[in-house]
C-alpha cells in the first residue's frame, strides 16, 4: 500500500473532489423530508466502502482518527479531502 500520510495522487484527488461536489448537489436535491438523513446515509455507505477497500481493522483505525479529530472540533471540509490512513496518532 502507498504512503498515505501523503495527500491522494493528483487524479484521484481531483476525481474526490468530483465525486464529493456530485454528492453535495446530489443531497442538495433531497426532498426537504430526505435531507435530515442524508448525513446518516452516507455514512453508511462510506463506512462499508472503507471497510469494503481496506478491511475492517484498517477502516477501524481510520475511523478512530477521524473521531480523534472531530472530538477535537475539527471537522473535514465538504470541498476538500483529507487522509486519515497510513499514519497512527
Same mark, same amino acid.
Given at each position: 500500500?502507498?504512503?498515505?500520510?501523503? %495527500?491522494?495522487?493528483?487524479?484521484?484527488? &481531483?476525481?474526490?473532489?468530483?465525486?464529493?461536489?456530485?454528492? %453535495?448537489?446530489?443531497?442538495?436535491?433531497?426532498?426537504?423530508?430526505?435531507?435530515?438523513?442524508?448525513?446518516? %446515509?452516507?455514512?453508511?455507505?462510506?463506512?462499508?466502502?472503507?471497510?469494503?477497500?481496506?478491511?475492517?481493522?484498517?477502516?477501524?483505525?481510520?475511523? %478512530?482518527?477521524?473521531?480523534? !479529530? !472531530? &472530538?477535537?472540533?475539527?471537522?473535514?471540509?465538504?470541498?476538500?479531502?483529507?487522509? !486519515? &490512513?497510513?499514519?497512527?496518532?
Amino acid at each position: 500500500m502507498a504512503d498515505c500520510m501523503t %495527500a491522494p495522487m493528483p487524479d484521484r484527488l &481531483s476525481d474526490l473532489q468530483h465525486a464529493m461536489r456530485v454528492i %453535495a448537489d446530489a443531497v442538495e436535491g433531497l426532498p426537504p423530508e430526505c435531507r435530515d438523513l442524508a448525513g446518516n %446515509a452516507l455514512l453508511n455507505i462510506a463506512a462499508e466502502a472503507v471497510t469494503q477497500d481496506v478491511g475492517c481493522t484498517e477502516a477501524g483505525r481510520i475511523f %478512530a482518527r477521524l473521531g480523534d !479529530l !472531530l &472530538s477535537r472540533g475539527l471537522q473535514p471540509p465538504a470541498q476538500d479531502a483529507i487522509a !486519515l &490512513s497510513g499514519f497512527d496518532a
